[in-house]
T-cell receptor, first 112, second 112 residues
Framework: NAGVTQTPKFQVLKTGQSMTLQCAQD?????MYWYRQDPGMGLRLIYY???????DKGEVPNGYNVSRLNKREFSLRLESAAPSQTSVYFC???????????FGSGTRLTVV | KQEVTQIPAALSVPEGENLVLNCSFT??????LQWFRQDPGKGLTSLLL?????REQTSGRLNASLDKSSGRSTLYIAASQPGDSATYLC???????????FGKGNQVVVIP
């Protein structure tokens, strides 16, 4: 019963490098989300996908892009990493409407 | 905009005491409210999901109540144990969108 799987778990990037964070869910959920968590700031929504084929900006989308590859997979791309993007990134999924959210275990990203 | 508040930010209780954590939200137009647990360096684990039509949910030693009209939820943990030490996050799903609004959490330490 995997739930939401994120890869990688840890990553160190140099400023200006690019990378893609992967997320997959096996619960047949329609909606998927990317959050970042920073000390004192709580969880902030970066992008979300209400259903396959759609994506929308959240609170802090600058510097990120997303792709909803299919119903299971939702990736987050950093095109040119900056130290301000050092954070813990969480992917989540939910049924559309009233379903609860399920979170992945996170990716700890450091940009130097 | 929905605001979710959890006070206090941190608390310590002796083992065996009942834990009471409070969550307040500004707009009563919600689909549901969800309580999560987060251990240091880990992801979010869903504890309880209360739909807007429900007054409470229970799971083992955990009980969560919801008073939508007053914008409050309370999480009770009976007979606390050191293993209950964690950060507890409250989140509400507002009407009109499927984007959770999070509180900043209660960091709990249960002292043996």
């Amino acid at each position: 019963n995997a739930g939401v799987t994120q890869t990688p778990k840890f990553q160190v990037l140099k400023t200006g490098q690019s990378m893609t964070l992967q997320c997959a869910q096996d619960m047949n959920h329609n909606s998927m989300y990317w959050y970042r968590q920073d000390p004192g700031m709580g969880l902030r929504l970066i992008y979300y996908s209400a259903s396959e084929g759609t994506t929308d900006k959240g609170e802090v989308p600058n510097g990120y892009n997303v792709s909803r590859l299919n119903k299971r997979e939702f990736s987050l791309r950093l095109e040119s990493a900056a130290p301000s993007q050092t954070s813990v990134y969480f992917c989540a999924s939910s049924e559309a409407g009233r379903g609860g959210y399920t979170f992945g275990s996170g990716t700890r990203l450091t940009v130097v | 905009k929905q605001e979710v508040t959890q006070i206090p930010a941190a608390l310590s209780v002796p083992e065996g005491e009942n834990l009471v954590l409070n969550c307040s939200f500004t707009d009563s137009a919600i689909y549901n409210l969800q309580w999560f647990r987060q251990d240091p360096g880990k992801g979010l684990t869903s504890l309880l999901l209360i739909q807007s039509s429900q007054r409470e949910q229970t799971s083992g030693r955990l009980n969560a109540s919801l008073d939508k009209s007053s914008g409050r939820s309370t999480l009770y943990i009976a007979a606390s144990q050191p293993g209950d030490s964690a950060t507890y996050l409250c989140a509400v799903l507002p009407y009109g969108n499927n984007r959770l609004a999070f509180g900043k959490g209660n960091q709990v330490v249960v002292i043996p």
